[in-house]
């Protein structure tokens, strides 16, 4: 912290009244969600708080001590009171003599589903003992940067001596669990004055006897610890200094842009994985600093922060000063729509070139890593690749097997950049030794919790970009991908309506998943700019779903040229370009993928006063069949769904083409869609919905060998019968 702020300190936000009006759990679910919605404070998923609440026994009559207490896989910042396990604080007590020692501390865990109360089928976590053993009501443990740099130092104990005296006091590391539970039960026992205690390279654990006076104390240390180290780190150089200047904000989104869709690739054959990139100040510093390949490369200290990021990050091997001018010789190119060729900054072009041997490195360090630390009965070798990729002068990457494990790998790992700064700025820091982050990360518990886990949806880790996709088949079609678990770029031209769509597909899904890009397909940089904008927020794309459109309705001998030229430009032109730039990154991800093309029946079945819309439909349907011949051989698939009179929703249907085509068939607006039910085989409506299913079976792995064909959802209309 070189810099005096005050709005680092944080600040009380109990409301007395809104707590008066609550039950003792009610108190407590409102100061976890105060606690967990500052990321200062601890991290997603990180920490717990407890109460022992007095409380009537279902079974015994009478009253009895129950422990609430965050169970596990909890998030304190966003759960509801289902998200606490209660057990019997008699029975946590019984378990002490039934503890055989260390050795035997993780057969505990399944001594804490006896102790439930009320059939609560919250599992317990486990620090659970670690609150049940503290002989205060209430119990905070927190992973507070500020704590854990202190936590983190090699002088960790004088310096918690030195800041807060006897209030506070120090536990070396110790794995938690039951054992740990009674160290703490120990140290109360010991010093019933202090308020709280550090655990080395862990956290805080702070307690009173009520929920108010409980969060005041957690505040009050944490801004101790905060007013300590800006005074304290005063002057000091940030990580030693800046060696590696940042790069302008446009050069850092186009590097990443360029390294993601590679890393993604390479890292991908096993599992699709989903990155995230965060060049904000806290990441430039570092990345840009002098200490940061060797603070880097001892790795994170607290449990929490290594077990979503490794032990270690992959620090990539790029050179920001030849960002400037291509040198001979050393250009990327590609050819556009001109003949003109493309050129990559060799500074893009020669850490491409690395990227493999620096991974498969990495890969080797990681299994040396766990043959070196490995017990008889160890889960087997995760994936070996890494999480964190941290770019000098750009930034830092983050691969995960979803965007909110990303964005929350991302964020766990600036925090330990937090705490690496102000451990290393007033002592030495110190990761956790090797040996015991193995035993963390490869816990038996933990794999076990893993092993529970649901099984990934068939479109996990998969990147769509959907054109069209404020429309109603557009819409509908990535609502169904993300139902399914893919991430989702919308692009439209539209922006009133595009925006509107993303703000449901947000409410409905998650701000993580959804992205949007004003893209008109007739125009190549916002084409290009748009799959840009889907590798820095995604990593790549994995599905490309053209379905941007327009119709027009016109006798031939009233067809103008300009009409003409619309039709073809976005019906045949725009597909091309999006399938053109599509095509350039699935081949530089080298995974395969998908695209569909969403055409019409009137490509196969002429229709009376739409020759311009009929035939630029046609050449979709053969551009489609062209692209399945050059996508086979790595994997790309190219199909088409054909629709047929899909009124509702339908931004083409709400302009002059509904008028035009009840014209054409002698009919009024309002019988137009009946006319076109009575005209089908199977006499039904065609909806949004049924268009968006035939597109994910053919995005699925369900459709995995068909490419080149085509999928009529038109409820039946011979004419347009493909055989």
């Known amino acids: 912290m070189s810099n005096s702020d005050s709005s680092r300190l944080l ?25 967990g919605g500052d990321k200062r404070i601890t991290n997603y998923g990180g920490g717990n708080t407890s109460a022992k609440v007095t409380m009537p026994d279902p079974l ?16 304190v910042g966003t759960m509801k009171l289902d998200g606490f396990s209660t057990l019997y ?87 938690p669990g039951y054992e740990l539970g009674l160290w703490l039960s120990d140290f109360c026992a010991k010093n019933p004055d202090a308020r709280g205690v550090i655990l080395g390279s862990h956290g805080l654990f702070t307690w009173a006897d009520t929920a108010e006076s409980c969060y005041a104390v957690t505040l009050e240390i944490i801004n101790q610890a905060i007013t300590w180290l800006e005074k304290n780190t005063q002057g000091v150089p940030v990580f ?113 070139a690395s990227l493999p041997e620096a991974l498969e490195r990495y890969r080797q360090d990681y299994a040396g890593y766990y043959a070196r630390c490995k017990h008889d009965n160890s889960p087997p070798m995760r994936d070996p690749n890494p999480v964190v990729y941290l770019v000098p002068g750009v930034g830092m990457i983050t691969f995960a097997k979803d965007k909110a494990t990303a964005r929350i790998s991302a964020e766990f790992y600036t925090n330990a950049i937090n705490v690496m700064r102000d451990s290393s700025a007033v002592s030495t820091y110190c990761g956790l030794p ?120 016109a006798a031939v001998v009233n067809t103008s040229l300009a009409l ?21 990154v699935l081949h530089r991800q080298a995974l395969g993928g998908t695209v569909v093309f969403i055409a019409s029946k009137n490509a196969l079945a002429a229709s009376p006063g739409a020759s311009a819309y009929c035939t630029a439909k046609a050449a979709e349907v053969h551009l489609a069949r062209c692209l399945a011949l050059e996508g086979a051989s790595e994997g790309i698939r190219v199909n088409v769904v054909n629709p047929d009179a899909v009124l509702q929703g339908s931004k083409i249907w709400s302009g002059e083409w509904l ?30 919905e049924d268009i968006a299913e035939a597109t994910y079976f053919l995005v699925s792995d369900a459709s995995a060998k068909s490419t080149g064909n085509i999928i009529n959802v038109d409820a039946g209309n011979v004419q347009a019968f493909t055989r």
């Open 11 to 35: 600040q009380n936000l109990w409301d007395k009244d809104h707590a008066a009006s609550l039950d003792e759990p009610g108190r407590l679910l409102y100061r976890s969600n105060l606690l």
């Open 60 to 75: 015994g009559g009478g009253n009895t001590q129950v422990l609430w207490v965050k169970g596990s896989g909890g998030d």
């Open 89 to 175: 604080q008699d029975k946590l007590d019984a378990l002490k003599g039934l503890y055989r020692g260390v050795e035997f501390e993780d057969e505990m865990v399944g001594y804490l589903p006896h102790c439930t109360f009320n059939l609560n089928p919250r599992a317990a976590s486990i620090d659970t003992p670690l609150h049940a053993y503290v002989p205060r009501l209430h119990v905070d443990h927190m992973h507070p940067d500020a704590i854990i740099a202190i936590a983190a130092a090699e002088d960790s104990q004088a310096l918690t001596q030195t800041i807060f005296g006897d209030d506070i006091g120090w536990l070396p590391w110790k794995r």
């Open 240 to 352: 030693g200094g800046e060696v590696t200047p940042a790069l302008p904000a446009d050069q850092r989104r186009q590097v990443a842009e360029q390294l993601m869709p590679e890393i993604r690739g390479l890292i991908s054959q096993e599992q699709y994985k989903v990155g995230h990139f965060d060049d904000s100040p806290a990441v430039l510093d570092y990345v840009c600093s002098r200490n940061m390949p060797a603070l880097a490369a001892l790795g994170t200290s607290c449990p929490d922060h290594f077990l979503r990021t490794k032990i270690r990050p992959l620090i990539v091997d790029f050179n920001g000063q030849d960002m400037a001018t291509p040198a001979p010789g050393q250009t990327d190119t590609t050819d556009d729509a001109d003949g003109a060729e493309n050129t990559t900054p060799p500074a893009i072009t020669n850490t491409l």
């Open 434 to 553: 090797e040996q015991e982050a193995f035993d963390i990360e490869y816990w038996l518990l933990e794999e076990a919790k893993l092993q529970r886990m649901p099984k990934p949806k068939s479109l996990a880790g998969r990147i769509a970009l959907v054109t069209g996709g404020a429309g109603g088949i557009g819409s509908a079609t990535a609502n169904r991908l993300l139902e399914e678990g893919a991430c989702v770029v919308l692009a439209d031209i539209d922006a009133s309506l595009l925006s509107n769509t993303h703000e449901q597909l947000v409410s409905q899904h998650g701000a993580d998943v959804v992205r949007q890009v004003i893209m008109d397909v007739t125009d190549e940089q916002q084409v290009t700019d748009a799959f840009n904008a889907a590798a820095r927020e995604f990593g790549g794309v994995d599905i490309i779903i053209s379905n941007a459109g327009i119709a027009s309705s």
């Open 564 to 584: 003409w030229n619309k039709n073809m430009d976005i019906l045949s032109t725009g597909y091309f370009l999006v399938s053109r730039e599509g095509f350039r």
């Open 659 to 688: 008028q035009q085509r009840a014209d054409a068939y002698g009919k009024e607006t309002e019988d137009l869609q009946a006319h076109y039910r009575e005209r089908s085989l199977l006499k039904r409506d065609v909806l949004p």
